[in-house]
Structures are given as C-alpha cells and as structure tokens.
C-alpha cells in the first residue's frame, strides 16, 4: 500500500520558518529574566540579563547591560548532534 508523501514547496517552508522565528522572538522578548523558553523537544532558551564596566573611555566607566541568550539542548537533539559529529569525523 503506497503511502502518499506530501512534498512543501519553497514557499510553504519559508512561511513556515518566518511563523516559528516571530513566534520564538516574542516569546524570548516577553518572558521574564533567568525562565525557560522551551522550543519543542528540541531544548530550551533562557534569557539572563548581565553588565560589563567599561573603563577605556572614562575612569568611572560606562556600564553596559546586555540580555545574553544561552540555549540548552534537550536529550535527543544531543544525542543526535553527538552521532553527526561521530560520523564526521570517525570515517
């Protein structure tokens, strides 16, 4: 019995992809300080918000805060990317 395969065109994948990248920025840009955004089974973000003191310019310093986003891959997606590696390098 065949199995009908639906094929997405170009198109489709695009929109797709433009859907999922708005979607995780404005999770990203509303979640709160040091939470956990998961995205799927994949993993998940978290955002951290940190500072830097800048003393070239000025004895005071200039201090700059920044969001610093870390992304912690869930089981499965490690392991997969842990066998593409093995494959790639032990040929």
Known sequence: MPTSQTQSTQAE???AYTMV????TQALLKAPVN???RFGKLGSFKKTENQITSR???KKGIRYVYYRLLFKPYTALKSELNKALERK???
Not at 21 to 24: E, R
Request: hydrophobic share 25%; glycine share 0%.
């Open 13 to 15: 994948l695009k929109r």
């Open 21 to 24: 990248t708005q979607d995780l």
């Open 35 to 37: 939470t956990p955004i």
């Open 56 to 58: 070239l310019q000025n």
């Open 89 to 91: 390098y032990n040929r």
